[in-house]
T-cell receptor, first 119, second 110 residues
């Protein structure tokens, strides 16, 4: 059964603690992404990765870190430096393709999300 | 940087009424994608538009991509309660990441 999974579904953290959110995909997708969604808001890009051992900052990378040691996995660490971490975190993956000489992303498949609450 | 603006932010309709959400980019897009997020769920891909002036239909949903490839719209005819959710557009400007609009949250009075 192919797809993208995130765990845990709900996560509670004490202020000042780091926490790691898991994201795994078995779709053989090249690219993986992390987004943050606040209530009533759109999706904001935290980090993305197009290839193993490489990743780029998105629009709101401060206070977050990622790794891409395997194609299937793209964990996100929310560090104590993130001032307002309570949010819904979504992981996504996609195929990259080059139709006209530049790389573009195809459909993004989203995981079910992790709802992080800082107590 | 690239920005994608989406309006309205909220829309409440009576069941059976039509609904439209609009998406505008500050720059020309190579393509645009539309996603739907049900309450409590995650975004699910609906469609991708690539060509200037393109129009695509999925049953009661009609998607348009502007001639200048800077705007797009989603129109739902005769809404049903199953249409409830937040609709997002997302644009690509020749880069490898999507830029999402803020979304339009649709609620329906049965």
């Amino acid at each position: 059964d192919g797809g993208i999974t995130q765990s845990p579904k709900y996560l509670f953290r004490k202020e000042g603690q780091n926490v790691t959110l898991s994201c795994e995909q078995n779709l053989n997708h090249d690219a993986m992404y992390w987004y943050r969604q606040d209530p009533g808001q759109g999706l904001r890009l935290i980090y993305y990765s197009q290839i193993v051992n490489d990743f780029q900052k998105g629009d709101i990378a401060e206070g977050y870190s990622v790794s891409r040691e395997k194609k299937e996995s793209f964990p996100l660490t929310v560090t104590s430096a993130q001032k307002n971490p309570t949010a819904f975190y979504l992981c996504a993956s996609s195929i990259l393709y080059s139709p006209q000489g530049f790389t573009s992303t195809d459909t993004q498949y989203f995981g079910p999300g992790t709802r992080l609450t800082v107590l | 940087g690239q920005q994608v603006m989406q309006i309205p932010q909220y829309q409440h309709v009576q069941e059976g009424e039509d609904f439209t959400t609009y998406c505008n980019s500050s720059t020309t897009l190579s393509n645009i994608q539309w996603y739907k997020q049900r309450p409590g769920g995650h975004p699910v891909f609906l469609i991708q538009l690539v060509k200037s002036g393109e129009v695509k239909k999925q049953k009661r949903l009609t998607f348009q991509f502007g001639e200048a490839k800077k705007n797009s719209s989603l129109h739902i005819t005769a809404t049903q309660t199953t249409d409830v959710g937040t609709y997002f557009c997302a644009g690509i400007q020749g880069a490898q990441k999507l830029v999402f609009g803020q979304g339009t949250r649709l609620t329906i009075n049965p």
